[in-house]
């Protein structure tokens, strides 16, 4: 299955900054999916993007908060902007595997100080 | 629309003990895909099984097992002689295929395994 390489692992941001986080697949992907974890929280689908168009966004995210950009079939990225205590989450992106199984990139553990 | 329901937050067992973790899912698709993932305390997400609707059988691998029952749209985990290691948050997600390919994830439940 897909290998995920996804950074940074975690980083301490201040309120008011942006953060950018790079998730890179060993194999082309179609889709790549951005999900959210909140503390204690389950995992929220944030969007999905496909390499040549815009990201499709789920209900209660915008791209203005949270803009992606998809340059190629193995690369994406999520930025957080803006950021306040709020948005401190795990943001982990997703791809489709062989039969279906999605896999998971390690995780962006964010602190908004 | 789709729903994963995880009623246990949370689960403590001693090391050894038999364990199982509840998964019930609502959808009106008849064609869908059941998952359970594990997530250690380190974060990241480890896919531990996919099941599709048209497979009813249940899985072995390990100490791990999955009972999948249609007619109680429940798909429950069981871990056998659990250990240590097993601590982690258990999350069943389920995906429709018209549905954008995303997933639906469970509220998941945090297993405590203990010496």
Redesign the interface.
């Given at each position: 299955?897909a290998v995920i390489s996804q950074k940074p692992s975690r980083d301490i941001c201040q309120r008011g900054t942006s953060l950018t986080i790079q998730c890179q697949v060993d194999s082309q992907v179609t889709?790549m999916?951005w999900y959210r974890q909140q503390p204690g929280?389950?995992?929220?689908?944030i969007a999905?993007a496909n390499q040549g168009s815009e990201a499709?966004y789920?209900s209660g995210f915008v791209i203005d908060k949270f803009p992606i950009s998809r340059p190629n079939l193995t690369f994406s990225t999520l930025t957080v902007s803006n950021m306040s205590p709020e948005d401190s989450s795990?943001y982990?992106c997703?791809v489709?595997g062989d039969?279906?199984?999605?896999?998971?990139?390690?995780?962006t553990?964010l602190t908004v100080v | 629309a789709q729903k994963v329901t995880q009623a246990q937050t949370e689960i403590s067992v001693v090391e050894k003990e038999d364990v199982t973790l509840d998964c019930v899912y609502e959808t009106r698709d008849t064609t869908y895909y059941l998952f359970w993932y594990k997530q250690p305390p380190s974060g990241e997400l480890v896919f531990l099984i996919r099941r599709n609707s048209f497979d009813e059988q249940n899985e072995i691998s390990g100490r791990y097992s999955w009972n999948f029952q249609k007619s109680t749209s429940s798909f429950n985990f069981t871990i056998t002689a659990s250990q240590v290691v097993d601590s982690a948050v258990y999350f069943c997600a389920l995906r429709i295929p018209g549905g954008g390919n995303k997933l639906t994830f469970g509220t998941g439940t945090q297993l405590k395994v203990e010496l």
């Open positions: 299955s889709m999916f929280q389950s995992l929220t689908l999905t499709t789920e795990i982990l997703s489709i039969n279906y199984g999605y896999t998971f990139g390690s995780g553990r | -």
